[in-house]
């Protein structure tokens, strides 16, 4: 589906109004010379414009008799250019991007009113740039008294966006592939290096340098690279401990191709090879994500794909004597929340955690899934080292599995089945270098 095409969907779905969306704010890394923190675009304005400068209105009106997209831009500056590269200005909007028409951004208070005429419902999501709400604020209020008229509501454009971005059509799903395979093939790099008394900052710089050279812009979120009791900490991102003899590595980690991410979490051996107690938790983990692979299909509940987990782990850890008594009463008492304490599944598309309903309220239950739905599975055991209640051997072992799954018609697809994850892969891997 083109931009255009998800702007009309979206317009169709807006019940009259106008919708405004702002770019994603520049920020500076510190003290100022105007050096800011590599730029990334706002993925709803994204999603709806594929522009990717800051500074940048986009409003949309189709009750407008003429223009249904209009941009407002930085100018074409010649001198600023020289630093920061070129800008699409207000012909690049028209001519690259399809706007009907654009405005340099200081035009914004003089055109504005005219796509607001006889408007009485604002789709315009607030507290993501206060700047800009105080703007919007001032200018809905002056053109209220002057006009007599304007937006009497302000509607969340996440009420339309939500429901469309959580489907993703041919084109987003073979970017996601993309990602999960740039990203399965730095893990089989970090195999090929992985080894005692590495930092781990080394693994992390082994991913950079394979999401980079495969055409990968950037990580799709900081990167957890976390050995020893580190991986047991949910979202360790220090990455700076020595490595040992004998301990396990929790990467959670994926590169960001062409906007849309990936998301996996792998868990290895850092000498090559699993300790019994080791290899006992990683392989109730690796059940409990395959068999919610397994209940992965059309019609399936997020929460019962969430609670499946939690029965294969609980079961687990009854089994290995980490839990005492009865499985569905530890269930029910949750005393599993100390060694698994996050949900299973989230979203996944332009940003890690995408857009999309987890519960439909009214049932009480979980989203339905659907063909085109995009999302993480990604159970895990982390058993802290401290844990007294628990026997030693297992103090400190921390084990996740993540992979993403699309849902076909069928059932659903893995994409990151490119990164090792079974115990004689990884093992077989490693043993080799």
Known sequence: ???????????DKMQGGVA????????????????????????????LTGFTEPETICVLAPEHPEHHFILFVRPRDPQMEVWTGKRAGVEGAQGTYGADAAYTLDQLAEKLPEYLKGCQTLYYNSGTEH??????????????????????QVVDPGSILNEMRVI????????????????????????????????????????????????????????????GPNATILHYDQNNRHMQDGELLLIDSAAEYQYYSADITRTYPINGRFTPEQRAIYEIVLEAEEACIAATKPGADLVDIHNTAI?????????????????????????????YMHGTCHWLGLDVHDRGPYRVTEKGRGAELAPGMVFTIEPGIY???????????YRGIGVRIEDNVVVTQE????TTGSAPKSVEEIEALMSGH
């Open 168 to 227: 993703k059509d041919a084109e987003e799903l073979e970017v996601m592939r993309k990602a999960a395979q740039i990203s399965g093939a730095a893990y089989r790099d970090v195999l090929k290096t992985l080894k005692p008394g590495m930092y781990e900052y080394e693994i992390q710089a082994v991913l950079d340098h394979g999401y980079l050279k495969q055409g990968a812009a950037r990580h799709g979120y900081s990167p957890i690279v976390g050995s």
């Open 131 to 152: 700047a800009f709400d105080e703007q919007m604020i001032t200018f809905i209020n002056r053109f209220r008294r002057v006009m007599s008229g304007g937006p009497r």
């Open 383 to 393: 058993i802290a080292e401290d844990a007294e209640n628990v026997d030693p051997r």
């Open 20 to 47: 405004i969306f702002h770019s994603a704010p520049e920020f500076l890394r510190s003290g100022g010379h105007n050096i800011e923190i590599s730029y990334r675009q706002d993925s709803d304005f994204y999603y």
């Open 1 to 11: 589906m083109s931009y255009a095409s998800r702007r009309q969907a979206f317009m």
């Open 311 to 339: 029965e294969i782990l609980t079961s687990g850890l009854v089994a290995l004597g980490i839990l005492k008594g009865d499985v569905q009463q530890n269930i029910e008492e949750k005393t599993y929340r100390q060694f």
């Open 411 to 414: 059932g659903c697809e893995v």
